[in-house]
T-cell receptor
């Protein structure tokens, strides 16, 4: 039962560098999300996708980009990393198979530090 | 704008001391109210989805209830392994995004 898999688990970036956080799910879910979680601030939505080829901005999209070429994968790209992007990033996927199937599953997180 | 507020921010209980966590929500068209458990260094773990006022769900020592404005997570005779941060989130029919509260950090003292 892989569920939602995120890589890498930990990463240190220098200011101005770029990187991609990978997310894959094996549950054939249409909906996928990227959140960031800062201490005491709760989960903030960065980007989300309702299916392959469709993405949209969440609350805090600046400095990030996403793509969704397949149902399984939803990578998050950080361009020109800044210290404000130091955070824990969570990918999630959801099935909406009627009311009984509204469940969202999270990955284990990616810890990113920008120095 | 959808809002979800959790209280208290932190709660310390003795082992066996029952209590409740509160989640107040303002969601225009509630499709579901979620509860998650999050351990340090881990992703949120799904506990319950509640869909309509009056609904209740149970899992071991946890019971979640829903009214038109609030949800409660009742913890009966908790054990130290119940220590975690508990998150709630509102799901709105009008959009595809969840609104999360900031969580309640629960500590159970042996």
């Amino acid at each position: 039962n892989a569920g939602v898999t995120q890589t890498p688990k930990f990463r240190i970036l220098k200011i101005g560098q770029s990187m991609t956080l990978q997310c894959a799910q094996d549950m054939n879910h249409n909906y996928m999300y990227w959140y960031r979680q800062d201490p005491g601030m709760g989960l903030k939505l960065i980007y989300y996708s309702v299916g392959a080829g469709i993405t949209d901005k969440g609350e805090v999209p600046n400095g990030y980009n996403v793509s969704r070429s397949t149902t399984e994968d939803f990578p998050l790209r950080l361009e020109l990393a800044a210290p404000s992007q130091t955070s824990v990033y969570f990918c999630a996927s959801r099935s909406l198979l009627g009311l009984g199937g509204n469940t969202i599953y999270f990955g284990e997180g990616s810890w990113l530090t920008v120095v | 704008e959808d809002q979800v507020t959790q209280s208290p921010e932190a709660l310390r209980l003795q082992e066996g001391e029952s209590s409740s966590l509160n989640c107040s929500y303002t969601v225009s068209g509630l499709r579901g109210l979620f509860w998650y458990r999050q351990d340090p260094g881990k992703g949120p773990e799904f506990l319950f989805t509640l869909y309509s006022a009056g609904e209740e769900k149970e899992k071991e020592r946890l019971k979640a209830t829903l009214t038109k404005k609030e949800s409660f997570l009742h913890i009966t005779a908790p054990k130290p392994e119940d220590s975690a941060t508990y998150l709630c989130a509102g799901d709105d029919f009008g959009n595809e995004k969840l609104t999360f509260g900031t969580g309640t950090r629960l500590t159970i003292i042996p």
